[in-house]
């Protein structure tokens, strides 16, 4: 794999490029399992859990978000 200089203006979007190629390598993957009914049980719950990871993470970035605008509004003294 090529090294990608880490200072790079295009690094992200490398990066979320890269990333969006492996989900849907994953989903096409999954898919085919499903339409060829060979996708286990286990797998199935590991789609689940990975699906309720992913939301999990999802609601905590955007609570911490939420939380540190309102936090900074506030003033770094304040309490509620």
Do not use: F, H
């Not at 990608?4 to 190629?21: D, F, G, K, R």
């Not at 789609?47 to 506030?74: L, V």
């Amino acid at each position: 794999m090529r090294k990608y200089i880490q200072n790079s203006p295009y690094m992200l979007p490398v990066t979320m490029v890269m990333l969006t190629a492996a989900s849907w390598e994953t989903i096409a993957r999954r898919s085919l399992l499903m339409a060829q009914g060979a996708c286990t049980t286990a797998e199935y719950w590991r789609m689940g859990e990975e699906k309720a990871a992913a939301m999990r993470s999802s609601m905590a970035a955007i609570m911490s978000r939420y939380y540190d605008r309102t936090r900074s509004s506030r003033g770094a003294g304040t309490i509620c």
